[in-house]
C-alpha cells in the first residue's frame, strides 16, 4: 500500500504579514497548549479510522517554530506513534523565532528538514513584508539548524513584490546559492483579496507583469546555473533534494491534513477543516469538498511539474488514457516555445510555466 503524506496546520503568528490569507492567529488570542493536545488526539483518532501509514510530515502554518521545540516535538512524536512516519519530516520555521536549542530538539524528535520562511534577503524588502528578523537572523537560523544536524533546508522567496528589480533579485538569489541551502520555493506574489497588500495596492510600488516575468525567468536561470534543478512552477532543488511531501501532492498521491484549515485527499475524497480553531479543538468532522483524482485533475496536477504528463504513468493510472489529444492541444502551444512534446511526455517551458493556468486548462478541455 502507498504511504500517505500528513500535513498538520499550526495556526499561530507573532503579527499577520500584509500580503498573507493563510488562516492563522496571533499568538497572544490562543492557546498553544490546547491546540498541541487536540493535534495529538485527532491523530490518534486518525490513526483509529484508517490503516494507511505514513512517510512523509509537513508541520506548515502559521508559524510552527512559535510553538517551540517542545511542543513541536511532542506533535511530530505523535505522528510517528500513529502513522509510523519514518520519512521526510519538515518544520516551517520563521528566523525570528528560532534558536540552536529549538533545532537540537525538533531533530531529536525526527525533524530532517526546515522550510524558512525569507521571501528576500534584501532587508528593506523584508521590512515591507512584515518580516521581523533581519536576513542576518535568516543566516544564523541555517547554520544553527546545521548544527543541530538538519541539513536539508528550504528558503522560501517571492517574486513581485514591493520595488523588487533584476539587482535585488539578484542579491536574494546569491544569498539563496550560497546560503547551504538544499531547496528553494520561490512564489510571485499575489494580491490575495482582504488583506491590506489587496486594499493599498496603488501604495506599493510593485513591479508591473512584464518585470515579474523578467524576475521569474531571471531566477529560473540564476538557480539552474547555480544547481537549483527547476522541478515544479515554483521549485528547485539540488539533486535529491526534492519535497518528497510536496510532491505527493503534484502527483495527486493521498495526505491527510489536521488542523482548521487543513486540506486532506483520502480514498478518492478531497475534504478540509474549517477556518475555525474552536470547531477543530472541539473535535467537529471535516467538510467534504468532492471526489477527486480522476484524469484531468491528474494531468492537471502533473503539468505543474517540470517531468510534466509522462504518458505511460498516466496509463498505468488511468487505463482509458489515450495521448493523441493531449499531443494534438499540446503542439499549439510548442511553436511558440510554451510546451515541449515527445513521444514519451508533454511538459511546460519556463516560459510556459509564467501562463501555466491557461495552457493547462486549454490542453485539458
Ligand atoms: S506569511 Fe507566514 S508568518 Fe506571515 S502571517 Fe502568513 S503564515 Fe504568518
Request: glycine share 8%; aromatic share 10%.
Amino acid at each position: 500500500m502507498n504511504k500517505i503524506g500528513l500535513y498538520i496546520h499550526i495556526p499561530f503568528c507573532k503579527s499577520k504579514c500584509p500580503y498573507c490569507d493563510f488562516y492563522s492567529l496571533r499568538t497572544g488570542e490562543a492557546d498553544c497548549e490546547s491546540y498541541a493536545s487536540a493535534v495529538k488526539s485527532s491523530l490518534q483518532s486518525w490513526a483509529e479510522r484508517t490503516d494507511k501509514k505514513a512517510d512523509t510530515l509537513y508541520l506548515g502554518g502559521g508559524t510552527p517554530s512559535l510553538l517551540g521545540g517542545e511542543k513541536i516535538s511532542r506533535i511530530v512524536l505523535a505522528a510517528k506513534e500513529s502513522f509510523d512516519c519514518d520519512g521526510e519530516i519538515t518544520v516551517e520555521c520563521n528566523p525570528s523565532c528560532v534558536d540552536g536549542d529549538f533545532f537540537k530538539k525538533i531533530a531529536a524528535a525526527g525533524v530532517n528538514r526546515v522550510s524558512l520562511g525569507m521571501q528576500s534577503a534584501v532587508d528593506s524588502e523584508r521590512k515591507k513584508l512584515g518580516r521581523i528578523a533581519d536576513v542576518k537572523a535568516v543566516e544564523q537560523a541555517i547554520n544553527k539548524a546545521h548544527l543541530a544536524g538538519i541539513e536539508n533546508i528550504s528558503l522560501d522567496l517571492m517574486i513581485g513584490i514591493p520595488e523588487q528589480n533584476e539587482k535585488s533579485l539578484a542579491q536574494s538569489l546569491e544569498f539563496c546559492a550560497s546560503s547551504g541551502a538544499t531547496h528553494i520555493s520561490a512564489y510571485i506574489l499575489k494580491l490575495e483579496e482582504g488583506t491590506w497588500f489587496y486594499n493599498n495596492a496603488q501604495k506599493l510600488n510593485l513591479p508591473d507583469e512584464d518585470l515579474t516575468a523578467d524576475l521569474y525567468l531571471q531566477m529560473v536561470g540564476f538557480l539552474e546555473e547555480r544547481g537549483f534543478s527547476q522541478y515544479e512552477i515554483s521549485n528547485f532543488a539540488k539533486p535529491g533534494y526534492e519535497s518528497k511531501h510536496n510532491l505527493k501532492y503534484w502527483n495527486c498521491e493521498e495526505y491527510l491534513g489536521i488542523g482548521p484549515a487543513a486540506h486532506s485527499f483520502l480514498d478518492g475524497k478531497r475534504f478540509y477543516y474549517p477556518r475555525d480553531i474552536k470547531a477543530f479543538e472541539k473535535g467537529d468532522e471535516p467538510i467534504f469538498d468532492c471526489d477527486g483524482g480522476d484524469l484531468q485533475e491528474y494531468i492537471m496536477l502533473r503539468l505543474r511539474l517540470s517531468d510534466g504528463l509522462i504518458f505511460s504513468e498516466a496509463k498505468k493510472r488511468f487505463d482509458d488514457f489515450s495521448k493523441e489529444e493531449y499531443i494534438k492541444k499540446a503542439l499549439l502551444f510548442e511553436r511558440a516555445g510554451l510546451v515541449k512534446t515527445d513521444e514519451n511526455s508533454i511538459s511546460l517551458t519556463a516560459q510556459g510555466f509564467l501562463l501555466s493556468n491557461g495552457i493547462i486548462e486549454k490542453i485539458i478541455y
